[in-house]
């Protein structure tokens, strides 16, 4: 799904409080596990958003009209899977066919003055596989604002941005192997992420039906999980359920094993369950991670009413904490994706145009979707995925 490019920032009548020093940000996140303050080390995107709230009762006077852009599209795969999740005590419920991949988004950008817009979106998307369902949702909010380069031929322009994406259901029935435990199903509770990120974009035309740009930047991401649940086998064959969060922990005993009929504990700590069975929230599923980003793409202008592009985007990732964990595993951390997209557009009218695109991808959704990444998770990214869109954009007077 092509999200809000990565631009942003807001504004308002009420205070904007930030505590900043040099290479940080705190942010207080939205959740009440995220209640507590992140330290986001991005100088860059810390500085901007000052340079913001300091100029603030200059843009209050600045008209924002309504919205220059409305676009509502569509991204899929072909390919279609048989899920079957798994159910407690190993049982498996009926088979439901799915599209492997599908997502659907909603954009508007605002002008803001001549130099700046303001961009939103509001997406959903869903992933299937036969024992795995990821769905979620995505909301975005970006501003960027065009600068002078002295003896620069084209534009440039610097943008900040917010990205978090949310659940709706988050289920994974595949079995897993921690240590010497098997895990068989596991549901996560109020997963989430939140990105912040910063850019730095150059445009230039070669001629005037073709140009090319290139950006580079890059942003903090943190990803969260409330508790997690689910069904495991330790190594001697004992069968169990389980629960964690932040606060408490229990382990029940599903069926009779050795000497013991059956029991159920409780622990103020998830840390007998790491003891019981080698894993935890905090260093199983959530980290920070540090990106950076870098982008170009050439578009080129066939006709009046028909336009080409290209583009290509690589992401990095560090987690130092998270794959510190996926090598103790003798795993291999995938620190890197790739995206190449070819896209045409055609104008219906003056203002409405379809826009479609074929997007092939190297580690699918690493970048998009963090909180799919996980010590439980990390080899799936060794896939490649070839996805299509098509949007519909308006353009308003």
């Not at 930030?18 to 810390?46: D, E, G, H, Y």
């Not at 039906?209 to 086998?233: C, M």
């Not at 055609?346 to 010590?375: C, D, G, N, Q, W």
Request: charge should be positive.
């Amino acid at each position: 799904m092509e999200h809000v490019s990565e631009h942003g920032d807001s504004y308002g009548a009420g205070k904007l409080h930030l505590m900043c020093k040099p290479a940080s940000v705190q942010i207080q996140f939205f959740n009440k596990r995220m209640s507590s303050t992140i330290k986001l080390q991005l100088f860059l995107f810390c500085i901007t958003v000052i340079w913001t709230a300091q100029t603030r009762s200059v843009l209050a006077n600045v008209e924002i009209k309504l919205p220059a852009t409305l676009t509502i599209g569509y991204e899929g795969v072909p390919d279609v899977v048989a899920h079957q999740p798994r159910r407690s005590g190993d049982e498996q419920s009926l088979t439901t066919h799915h599209r492997r991949y599908t997502g659907q988004f909603l954009s508007a950008t605002w002008m803001v003055g001549n130099r700046g817009r303001l961009q939103a979106l509001l997406g959903s998307q869903s992933l299937y596989s036969k024992r795995n369902v990821y769905a979620t949702n995505t909301v975005a909010l970006a501003y960027h604002r065009l600068f002078h380069i002295p003896r620069l031929q084209g534009q440039a322009s610097w943008s900040v941005g917010f990205k978090s994406n949310l659940p709706n259901d988050f289920q994974r029935g595949s079995f897993t192997r921690v240590g010497s435990s098997i895990l068989s199903e596991m549901r996560m509770e109020s997963p989430g992420d939140l990105t912040a990120y910063a850019l730095v974009k150059v445009n230039r035309k070669l001629s005037d039906q073709t140009a090319y740009s290139v950006q580079i930047g890059g942003g903090v991401t943190r990803v969260r999980y409330d508790a997690l649940a689910g069904n495991a086998s330790s190594a001697d064959g004992c069968r169990y359920t389980f629960s964690v969060d932040s606060d408490n922990a229990v382990l029940t005993q599903q069926q009779a094993c050795g000497q013991i009929e059956s029991y159920q504990r409780h622990y103020p700590t998830g840390a007998s369950i790491e003891n019981q069975f080698g894993f935890s929230i905090e260093k199983d599923l959530e980290y920070v991670s540090h990106y950076w980003r870098v982008s170009a793409d050439v578009r080129h202008q066939l006709t009046r009413r028909v336009g080409v592009g290209l583009t290509f985007i690589y992401h990095h990732h560090e987690r130092p904490q998270m794959d510190e964990r996926v090598n103790l595993q003798a795993g291999s951390p995938r620190s890197s994706s790739q995206t190449l997209r070819a896209s045409a557009g055609y104008a219906l009218t003056p203002k409405l145009s379809l826009i479609s695109s074929a997007s092939y991808r190297v580690a699918p959704f690493l970048s998009e979707l963090p909180m799919l990444y996980s010590t439980f998770s990390y080899d799936k990214f060794d896939d490649r995925a070839l996805t299509f869109s098509l949007a519909l954009r308006l353009r308003l007077p």
